[in-house]
């Protein structure tokens, strides 16, 4: 009898579950970006700027452009990990085909709860703008909606991003307009109070690394993408630039309207910004553009969770069942539904803050693990130098093990626990107790 496969060895096969025609390919160069945009924009600097600031003051600006240096080595690596594998799973994939079965365990459960916890803190955010006396009811029911939509195929959800990023960059440049107009803006509170301590900026660089986390859902929808080998490559560094470039413009404003220990302490930073001036009539328009970002990010976030589940199921990584395609819509619609349902029971009993740096941690192991796939790429695969990918890596660790100390110790057990299941599942049989 021929001896088992190793699981430690990269799996270099392509099993029947991986064929490209198990979903529908309907989203363009176009809706890719879109994707990747409402992926990111809007909702990261509106829960992530407050927390930023507090630990850093303004010298948060600085921790900005180091996470965004690190989401770009990223970005490099998932990139071309995914115009070589364009398959639904994203790094769960990529540490498969590259590194071993146990790595793509390993980065799809970092993944997968780690998202899991995003989920949880984009609808509480949501909530909390929406209406703070029905916090949670309505972040159920937010969750709930948004897996409906979703449930009627990827397209649909691709044209609501639209709708939705289109009306966050709006309040986003109401937010802009009103600081800079207002008559409150002070160039001295940029170099007011900063925090230039090693530990205080990648600290705060690895909770600004939640705001941009989202690139990568482009990499999550490989089998959704038309031309996925030159769509995603050019869509992800694309959207993750915009993305830098908006979030910078609104973060220097905020810093030039209220004082960095303000911003850090209240629980609205953005509408605090604009209130201080003259057009705090604009208020308003920031509070929905914020909640409506929440959704944004919600939505692509129960995308992307769904289809990591998805593609761990395929290969029996989790129970087979999460695996099914409907017929009609082409969409994983058991590791949709299981998804919401979890997020809604996530939503009830939640907290907002300790969800963000849970989130942060997990899935900066999570690109982790990205970045070294990207490290095997032969030279004739690779798009971009191999050090980005050497630097990715050492960035996330850094910054994974600079995030507050529960952070580290809640997101550290939960990997753990997921190492120890998988351990467990090969040790008692030749295949996983599900099967």
Sequence with gaps: ????????????????????????????????????????????????????????GSGALAALLLAALVAFCNATSSAQLAAIHPESGGAYVYGRRRLGAFWGYLAGWGFVVGKLASC?????????YGAPTLMRPLAVAAVLALTVVNLFGVKKTAQLTRLIVAV????L?????????????????????????PQAVLQAAGLWFFAFSGYARLATLGEEVVDPQRTIPRAIPLALGLTLILYLAVAVSALLAVDADLLGQVPAPLVTAVEAGRFAGLSPVVRIGAAVASLGVLLSLIVGV???????????DLPPWFASVHPRTKVPHRAELAVGLIVAVLVSVGDL?????????????????????????????????????LAGLLGCILLAFSLPAASVLG?????????ALYGLSRAAAPRPWWR
């Design 173 to 197: 440049a109401a937010v802009i307009l009103a600081v800079l107009l207002g008559g409150e803006a002070s160039f001295s509170r940029l170099t007011a109070a900063p925090d230039w301590r």
């Design 1 to 56: 009898m021929a001896a088992p496969r190793r699981d430690h060895q990269p799996v270099r096969d392509q099993p029947p579950a991986a064929a490209p025609s198990r979903l529908a390919r309907k989203l363009t160069a176009f809706d890719a970006v879109v994707m990747g945009l409402g992926a990111m924009v809007g909702a990261g600097i509106f829960a992530v700027i407050g927390p930023a600031v507090a630990i850093a």
């Design 120 to 128: 949880t803190a984009m609808a509480l955010t949501f909530a909390s």
């Design 411 to 419: 997101g550290g057990l939960v990997l753990l626990i997921g190492a």
């Design 353 to 389: 803050r300790a969800a963000i740096g849970f989130s942060a941690f997990t899935v900066l192991l999570y690109y982790a693990i990205t970045n070294a796939a990207a490290l095997r790429l032969e030279p004739a695969e690779r798009r971009w130098p191999r050090g980005l990918a």
């Design 306 to 316: 769904s289809r990591t589940t998805f593609a761990m199921a395929a290969n029996r």
């Design 168 to 171: 966050v960059l709006l309040a």
